[in-house]
């Protein structure tokens, strides 16, 4: 859905719902928007490189080859070792149970 479809859902609901709904149908909009940015701006900072094997500065471990197979992206720009106790625990999680 384009933002002008969805912010135009978002007025005409605004004067259907209290300020409390409107506030959690805009926080939807909003994170859609900013979500679909975040996507972007990693997908042009380090997958395109990573397949094109031009990351210079990241050590990315390269377990097998994962052509036409879905993939499971993790990442914490910080490093693994700086991550809180909850971040490595995911990872951690995500690395048992990825099957």
Same mark, same amino acid.
């Given at each position: 859905?384009?933002n002008?479809? &969805? @912010?135009?859902l978002?007025?005409i609901?605004? *004067?259907?719902? !209290?300020?409390?709904?409107?506030r959690i149908i805009?926080?939807?909009i &909003? @994170?859609q ?5 975040? *996507?972007n701006? !990693? ?5 395109k490189?990573?397949f094109?094997?031009k990351?210079d500065?990241?050590q990315i471990k390269?377990?097998r080859?994962i052509?036409?197979?879905?993939i499971?992206?993790?990442?914490w720009?910080q ?7 909850i971040i490595?625990k ?9 099957g």
């Amino acid at each position: 859905m384009n933002n002008f479809v &969805l @912010y135009s859902l978002y007025f005409i609901y605004s *004067a259907f719902f !209290l300020n409390k709904h409107r506030r959690i149908i805009k926080g939807k909009i &909003l @994170y859609q928007k900013e979500h679909e940015n975040i *996507a972007n701006y !990693l997908e042009n900072t380090y997958i395109k490189k990573y397949f094109e094997n031009k990351l210079d500065n990241i050590q990315i471990k390269k377990t097998r080859n994962i052509n036409g197979k879905k993939i499971i992206w993790q990442f914490w720009y910080q490093g693994i070792d700086n991550a809180p106790c909850i971040i490595k625990k995911c990872f951690k999680s995500v690395q048992k149970y990825k099957g």
